[in-house]
């Protein structure tokens, strides 16, 4: 170990104090070590901080609980080290504020829709506000879910239940009107062409079956099948 230098990783910095006052900031790479100074090393890389469910109060009054992660990593050393002695729990803080103000005018029903469109952007601009302060710049905040009440759930299941439903007997309608309006047209073409009767009688009579006509009857109902 060289104790007169100081080798910064890659992805780092260090912040360089004597006599309680900043010196200087170093960037990644090996410094000559300054006696008496101290040194604080800061992570630069992307990190998460994940938010535990939050409970959010909807615009009709319903609770709704929202999980969340942000994005973040260390915009201002400086900042981050000096103006707050805990610089990520103002970042969580504020991103709690942010869901709360961001969901509570949405309403129960366009939460309870799946990948209903949430403003996203507006959380993350709020939560990013208040992170730059104390050096910490937010990349996003990620909303995973969205947990409904157990009682809204089931409402909304049955509901879609009661749609799909309503849709299939809709559909089951509409082919039995099919079937009705051809056995209706179909009825009026034997009664306009009784010939057509007697070929579809013929047609109609099972194979092995002997069929008896009576020449020149003048009614095709006079006519037997044994």
Known sequence: MNLFAITIDARECALRYRHGRLEQVLPAGRHRRVRGSRYVRIDLRDALLALSPQEVMTSDAVPVKVT?????????????????????????????????????????????????????EQITGATAAVAARVGVEVSEVVVKDVILPAEVRHAAAELVTA???????????????????SLANGAKLLDAHPALAQLRMVQSVPVGTQLVLRVGAPDPTTQSVQ
């Not at 749609?163 to 309006?181: D, K, N, S, V």
Request: charge should be neutral; avoid cysteine; hydrophobic fraction near 50%.
């Open 68 to 120: 969340a992660t942000v994005r973040w990593s260390v915009g201002d050393p400086v900042a981050f080290v000096e103006q707050s002695t805990d610089p990520l729990g103002t970042v969580y803080l504020a991103a709690q504020v942010a869901l709360r103000d961001a969901l509570a005018g949405a309403s129960v029903e366009a939460l309870s829709v799946r990948g209903a469109a949430l403003p996203v």
């Open 163 to 181: 749609r799909h439903r309503g849709a299939a007997q809709l559909e089951t309608a509409r082919a039995e009107t099919a079937a009705l309006r």
